[in-house]
């Protein structure tokens, strides 16, 4: 889950900041980075060029954006540098806000909390990088916080496309060295006295071996 940034973007947390009541019991997170030309998906981009990285993570962003359409639950877009009001995002849908914190874990906790304290009973947070991810999914973990206290998404690379939980729990976006393959087991070793479900692993897409194996993502590096 990789969107991060400590810019204050447009120096507000939301085009609708005003207090927003919830019409659900659940909410989804969706954490993005702001596409932009050489600021995106660097390390896919040290294979097929910034500009063709740049088209891959927008096919993802739109990927997201049309999967979390269907899920029933009121949902959020954190931008990673400076929120947008006209983007694969429409402002009926989703609301915007913007991610605060020095790191992805305090990002997290930031979004987390923000919910919570509306009075949410579930919160949810996916990123924007996953191409085997759809709503059906997303839906079934929220239907697993009914039972467990922690619902989980393993990634292939040893961190996780989606976290659910019930009540905030500090320690899981705390002392973690993010980006690398030890996020999901230092993850699990923090909530050990909780019940957490694992769903299946599935692949998000940070490299170019994450993406040749997709058809769908081939013409974004195959001369034709």
Same mark, same amino acid.
């Given at each position: 889950?990789?969107?991060? =940034?400590?810019? !204050? !973007?447009?120096?507000?947390?939301?085009?609708?900041?005003?207090?927003?009541?919830?019409?659900? %019991?659940?909410?989804?997170?969706?954490?993005? $980075?702001?596409? #932009? +030309? !050489?600021? @995106?998906?660097?390390?896919?981009?040290?294979?097929?060029?910034?500009?063709?990285? +740049?088209?891959?993570?927008?096919?993802?962003?739109?990927?997201?954006?049309?999967? @979390?359409?269907?899920? &029933?639950?009121?949902?959020?877009?954190?931008? =990673?540098?400076?929120?947008?009001? /006209?983007?694969?995002? @429409?402002? =009926?849908?989703?609301?915007?806000?913007?991610?605060?914190?020095?790191? *992805?874990? &305090? $990002?997290?906790?930031?979004?987390?909390?923000?919910?919570?304290?509306?009075?949410?009973?579930?919160?949810?947070?996916?990123?924007?990088?996953?191409? #085997?991810?759809? =709503?059906?999914?997303?839906?079934?973990?929220? #239907?697993?916080?009914? $039972?467990?206290?922690?619902?989980?998404?393993? /990634?292939?690379?040893?961190?996780?496309? *989606?976290?659910?939980?019930? %009540? *905030?729990?500090?320690?899981?976006? #705390?002392?973690?060295?993010?980006?690398?393959?030890?996020?999901?087991?230092?993850?699990?070793?923090?909530? %050990?006295?909780?019940?957490?479900?694992?769903?299946?692993?599935?692949?998000?897409?940070?490299?170019?071996?994450?993406?040749?194996?997709?058809?769908?993502?081939?013409?974004?590096?195959?001369?034709?």
């Amino acid at each position: 889950m990789g969107a991060s =940034s400590n810019k !204050g !973007g447009n120096g507000n947390n939301g085009i609708n900041d005003s207090f927003h009541f919830p019409t659900s %019991k659940q909410a989804l997170i969706i954490f993005v $980075r702001n596409p #932009e +030309l !050489g600021k @995106c998906k660097t390390r896919l981009a040290a294979t097929i060029g910034d500009k063709a990285a +740049l088209q891959v993570y927008e096919y993802l962003l739109q990927h997201t954006a049309t999967i @979390c359409t269907d899920v &029933e639950a009121d949902k959020y877009v954190f931008y =990673s540098e400076t929120i947008k009001k /006209a983007d694969y995002w @429409c402002t =009926s849908i989703f609301k915007k806000r913007l991610q605060r914190g020095k790191d *992805l874990g &305090e $990002r997290m906790q930031h979004a987390f909390k923000e919910l919570f304290d509306m009075d949410y009973k579930k919160v949810m947070i996916i990123g924007s990088d996953m191409l #085997e991810l759809n =709503s059906e999914i997303v839906m079934d973990a929220f #239907e697993k916080l009914d $039972r467990h206290d922690v619902v989980i998404g393993p /990634a292939v690379d040893g961190g996780y496309f *989606l976290l659910g939980t019930n %009540k *905030l729990h500090p320690e899981i976006f #705390e002392n973690k060295v993010w980006s690398t393959s030890t996020v999901l087991q230092r993850t699990m070793d923090d909530l %050990k006295k909780y019940d957490i479900c694992l769903l299946m692993e599935l692949n998000d897409i940070d490299t170019f071996e994450d993406m040749e194996h997709y058809t769908a993502l081939k013409k974004f590096y195959e001369k034709p």
